[in-house]
Nanobody
Framework: QVQVIESGGGLVQIGGSLNLSCVVS????????MGWFRQAPGKEREFVAT????????EYADSVKGRFTISRDNAENTVYLEMNSLKPEDTAVYYC??????????????????WGQGTQVTVSS
């Protein structure tokens, strides 16, 4: 059984930083494209970042480019999202997901098969 567990969310002030982690069990992520997505209340789930199986290349949403960094440790079956210079519009539930498609990276959340329960990130103004 595949389990995806995100952690590291919380409340932070504008301009602050948070580091999210995503631990996967029951599935070797070395064979998976990994991605981070987020969903704010009343909004559709949106792409944040994705990383290829070997760690490069990566791709980011324009709204987070230059502020967020996605990385992975295949040996630890873990994916990370470092978030800096946080803004109120970054407030959302952040989800980690795995995709087995034979692509390099994948930005479409509908193509991901395994999802975590999400971790709340709140940026206070």
């Amino acid at each position: 059984q595949v389990q995806v567990i995100e952690s590291g969310g919380g409340l932070v002030q504008i301009g602050g930083s948070l580091n999210l982690s995503c631990v996967v069990s029951g599935l070797p992520i070395s064979r998976q494209i990994m991605g981070w997505f987020r969903q704010a209340p009343g909004k559709e789930r949106e792409f944040v970042a994705t990383i290829s199986r070997k760690g490069v290349p990566t791709e980011y949403a324009d709204s987070v480019k230059g502020r967020f960094t996605i990385s992975r440790d295949n040996a630890e079956n873990t994916v990370y999202l470092e978030m800096n210079s946080l803004k109120p519009e970054d407030t959302a539930v952040y989800y980690c997901a795995a995709c087995s498609r034979w692509m390099v990276v994948e930005t479409d959340y509908r193509k991901y098969e395994s999802w975590g329960q999400g971790t709340q990130v709140t940026v206070s103004s």
